[in-house]
């Protein structure tokens, strides 16, 4: 093991897939949760995406599914640690870069996003693993493929974690698994079986359980990042996460893309934050964009405003009891339920994204001003999947001035002298998203788990039963269940499949 300031990432790819096999195999079997993320060619129609009806929300999803691939895989496999201190993961990262063999839509917005971030088509169609889309094709579960794959996790019967996690279910299931079942509520009926540890949604955690400001993935997991390091440099007993990485070596080194640290906001770049990116991790101009895109920086800012409102709500309930006091005095005392005032407010509107505040976890702690016009919320919803197109369950993270969104967490304490970037630079290092984004994800969650959940609980679905089975659906106060319904069934292409894997009952 090692305490180093990176994040080692394995690249997998045609040419080493099957010489990786084992370890992967490994990690998956011996890991407490696993973290998912993909990179996608495209999505659709970005309204259909965001239907209010969430039967067609499901169709469409299906149709973007159907018609698109998945062009990277990012697997982080978390395994907690009995012999170290308490709440004290290994880690292991894999990115796998994917070719579909039949024919599918790429979207011009996606491949710009995808290679503003670093992602080489070029080796992508030279080097990628091949997989087919829908129902097995003659011995695909018998070979190693990235079919066979996906179903050695569905045998591991680990909790699985994603971010924004129904674009990423639907398209997992139809590229690695079967046909997409018609109905939604076959859909779930299908999961709840598939993943019998559960799933858990790192968006909705964020929203739901953390009340976070914002919750796309690169500010949940610097936020996540930023507290613990708070936490751990203040001392105290805790909880506090710590995260070990593994020491490789020989022909294993060559293969492995160390993802540097970045850590606070960096003094290069416009300091004026560009307020749609803050609300959402995307913003239409992408590295064009005037204003500043540093999360870090943004992060400051919201903490900095959430600092300032609790200390004038303080003074305002002290000038409220003191009027009280005043009137009571007088005989005149003042109603219970005073509206605040309109200036209030407007700033707390303003400051809440429509798309992301929902009745349970507004923007911010306070749930004045929530509630927004529907159109207005349409509009924002639209950003927030244009956002995903290039990148599966993660809100798109613009290409921007600031350094790229690595970190690596070794023995919890914050990282020590960091290389300077080159200034002006627009793209994230590497071409390793799907794989760093997992490995965000799975952090979001560990440090989730260790804030909020019960310690003497060994499974992760015990220790965190509010966020079990759920998955966030943007512009909805409610989040999906993954239940299976006693007016549904399972697909029949699902139950040959549990049949292959688990053999007939």
Request: charged fraction near 25%; include cysteine.
């Amino acid at each position: 093991k090692m305490t180093s300031l990176t994040v080692p990432v394995i690249d997998v790819l045609n040419n080493n897939f099957k010489e990786l096999w084992p370890a992967i195999l490994l990690s998956i079997k011996t890991s407490s949760f696993i973290a998912l993320d993909t990179e996608l060619s495209g999505l659709g129609s970005r309204k259909a995406l965001l239907a209010q009806c969430i039967e067609d929300r499901y169709k469409a999803i299906c149709h973007a599914a159907q018609t698109r691939s998945i062009l990277s895989l990012g697997i982080a496999c978390f395994k907690k640690l009995q012999d170290s201190a308490a709440d004290t993961y290994l880690v292991q990262v894999y990115n796998l870069t994917l070719l579909c063999m039949e024919e599918y839509i790429i979207e011009p917005q996606s491949v710009q996003f995808l290679v503003q971030h670093g992602f080489d088509f070029n080796k992508q169609y030279s080097q990628g693993i091949p997989y087919h889309k829908g129902n097995d094709k003659g011995g695909d579960a018998q070979v190693q493929t990235i079919r066979a794959l996906f179903l050695e996790l569905l045998r591991a019967r680990k909790p699985l974690v994603l971010h924004n996690g129904l674009i990423d279910m639907v398209f997992l299931y139809q590229c690695f698994y079967a046909h997409l079942p018609d109905r939604l509520a076959t859909f779930m009926a299908d999961l709840s079986e598939m993943f019998p540890a559960g799933v858990f949604d790192t968006k909705y955690a964020s929203e739901y359980e953390m009340r976070f400001m914002a919750s796309y993935l690169e500010y949940a997991y610097k936020k996540c990042k930023r507290d613990n390091c708070k936490s751990v440099e203040a001392g105290g007993s805790g909880p506090h996460l710590f995260l070990e990485f593994c020491s490789y070596s020989g022909r294993l080194c060559s293969y492995i893309d160390f993802r540097p640290c970045s850590e606070g906001g960096s003094e290069e770049g416009p300091l004026d934050i560009c307020l749609r990116f803050s609300a959402y991790g995307w913003c239409p101009n992408g590295s064009q964009c005037t204003m500043s895109h540093n999360t870090d920086l943004i992060i400051e800012q919201d903490e900095k405003t959430k600092e300032d409102k609790k200390r004038k709500k303080k003074f305002k309930r002290k000038q409220r009891a003191a009027l009280r006091e005043a009137r009571a005095s007088e005989g005149d005392a003042a109603p219970p339920n005073k509206q605040p005032c309109l200036e209030e407010l407007a700033d707390v509107a303003f400051s809440a994204p429509p798309g992301d505040s929902i009745p349970c976890a507004p923007r911010g702690e306070e749930a004045e001003g929530e509630d927004l016009e529907d159109a207005q919320m349409m509009v924002v919803e639209e950003e927030e999947v244009a956002g995903q197109a290039g990148n599966g369950s993660s809100e798109a993270q613009a290409a921007s001035g600031d350094k790229p969104a690595d970190a690596s967490e070794s023995e919890g304490k914050a990282p020590q002298g960091e290389k300077e970037e080159g200034k002006g630079k627009k793209v994230e290092g590497g071409t390793h998203r799907a794989g760093f984004d997992a490995f965000m994800t799975g952090y979001i969650f560990s440090y989730i788990t260790t804030l909020k959940g019960r310690s003497d609980e060994e499974s992760s679905g015990a220790a965190l039963p509010d966020c079990l089975n759920k998955l966030y659906l943007s512009g909805k106060s409610v989040p999906l269940q993954i239940v299976k319904s006693a007016f549904s069934k399972s697909s029949r292409a699902h139950t040959q499949k549990m049949e292959l894997a688990w053999g007939k009952s």
